[in-house]
Each structure stands twice: as structure tokens, then as C-alpha cells.
């Protein structure tokens, strides 16, 4: 069983550019969550794919976006980067409400994340 | 009002020690709740799920209070790899996947020989 891979690991871009990251789900989850952690500080939600489908979204702008694919791997695209915008981006997997009660259900998979720096 | 507060410590103690971290909630619909350990420069990992009735894994225990939304996490005999962050985690989807987590923004601690 494979666990959640990221790429990249690190990379660094300057402000306005734009960024995609990548996320490969751990097999026979079927929902990913993107986070954005800051340095000192807990990760915060950025959104939830669930079948290709956005099921939920956190505090963050449009330029933040993404895509789950029918393999239910994912990107996280964001657009005009700002000095703001760096910080370590984790991509977690997790069986969807389907699976609900079966055993660990109720946990989510972190990848390594993405260690973006935007001078 | 942050979802989850905690105080980020630095907690440092020797080893052998009993160590406890507190943290808070505000939203009393909260259903679920987790300690996430996270090493430096790592992405979290699950410690433990923290049930109504409290819960025990080997040297952690951790406490819910859900009246004054309160969760706890004691770490006896600590160790020296149990240097991490510890991160308090809510989690207050009802009847959704389970995906959005608000977490704490964590609470260092080091243990020292």
C-alpha cells in the first residue's frame, strides 16, 4: 500500500508567478484535503476534493484552485503568488463518506508536503 | 476567535518526565478530536483519537471535556525521540467525510537527556 506522495518537495518562485503542486492520493482513498501551514503556526484547510468534485472550502482566494482527477490524484494551482504565500503545502487523502464505518475511516494521510518560497 | 487555541510552549523537560498539554475549542458542534504529532520539517502524523471517556496508548493519555471544550494530552515517562509538536485537532463536519481539521497551532516540546 502506497502512502501520499507530493511533488515537489521544495521550490522557490517570485511574486506574480504561478505554482501547481501535485498529490497521489494513498491507494483506495478516494477524497484529498490541501492545507497551507505557515511557518510557527497549525495547517489551515484550503479546500477538499471528493470524486473530482470541491467538497469544501476554507478562508482562502480564488487564486487558490484545484483539480482531483478520475485517478483521484490532485493538484493545488495558485495564481499571482505573493511573499504571503509561502509556506509548506501538505496534501492528506481519506476514505470518503461512503467508508465512514470501517476501520480507520476517520483518518487522514499526510504527504511530506511542498515546501513552497516566493521571494 | 480561532477554532483551536493551544499554547505554543516552548515546553522543555528532562527525561523521565510527565509532561501535559492543554488546548481549547470554540465551536461546541466539534465531533471529532486528535493529537497529531509533527516533527520539524515533517508533515503531521496521527498520535492518538481522543475519545469521550478518555484514552490511554502506552505512555499517552488523552481527555476530552466537552463541556468546557477543553482537550488534554500527559506524556509520562517522556522520552527523548518524543521531541516533536504536538498539534491539537477538531474536527466538526457532521455526517460529511472526514477532511476539514482545524488545527492548533501547536505545542513544542523537547526532551533533554
Known amino acids: 500500500e502506497t502512502g501520499v506522495t507530493q511533488s515537489p518537495t521544495h521550490l522557490i518562485k517570485t511574486r506574480g508567478q504561478q505554482v501547481t503542486l501535485r498529490c497521489s492520493s494513498q491507494?483506495?482513498?478516494?477524497?484529498v484535503s490541501w492545507y497551507q501551514q505557515a511557518l510557527g503556526q497549525g495547517p489551515q484547510f484550503i479546500f477538499q476534493?471528493?470524486?473530482?468534485?470541491?467538497?469544501g472550502r476554507g478562508n482562502f482566494p480564488p487564486r487558490f484552485s484545484g483539480l482531483q482527477f478520475p485517478n483521484y490524484s490532485s493538484e493545488l494551482n495558485v495564481n499571482a503568488l505573493e511573499l504571503d504565500d509561502s509556506a509548506l503545502y501538505l496534501c492528506a487523502s481519506s476514505f470518503g463518506r461512503e467508508d465512514r464505518g470501517r476501520t480507520g475511516a476517520n483518518v487522514l494521510t499526510f504527504g511530506a508536503g511542498s515546501r513552497l518560497t516566493v521571494l | 476567535r480561532k477554532e483551536v487555541e493551544q499554547d505554543p510552549g516552548p515546553f522543555n523537560v528532562p527525561e523521565g518526565a510527565t509532561v501535559a498539554f492543554n488546548c481549547t475549542y470554540s465551536n461546541s458542534a466539534s465531533q471529532s478530536f486528535f493529537w497529531y504529532r509533527q516533527d520539524c520539517r515533517k508533515e503531521p502524523k496521527l498520535l492518538m483519537s481522543v475519545y469521550s471517556s478518555g484514552n490511554e496508548d502506552g505512555r499517552f493519555t488523552a481527555q476530552l471535556n466537552r463541556a468546557s471544550q477543553y482537550i488534554s494530552l500527559l506524556i509520562r515517562d517522556s522520552k527523548l525521540s518524543d521531541s516533536a509538536t504536538y498539534l491539537c485537532?477538531?474536527?466538526?463536519?457532521?455526517?460529511?467525510?472526514?477532511?476539514?481539521?482545524?488545527f492548533g497551532r501547536g505545542t513544542q516540546l523537547t526532551v533533554w537527556p
Open positions: 491507494s483506495g482513498h478516494n477524497t
Open positions: 485537532v477538531v474536527n466538526h463536519d457532521r455526517g460529511s467525510t472526514l477532511g476539514r481539521l482545524y
Open positions: 476534493y471528493y470524486r473530482e468534485e470541491e467538497n
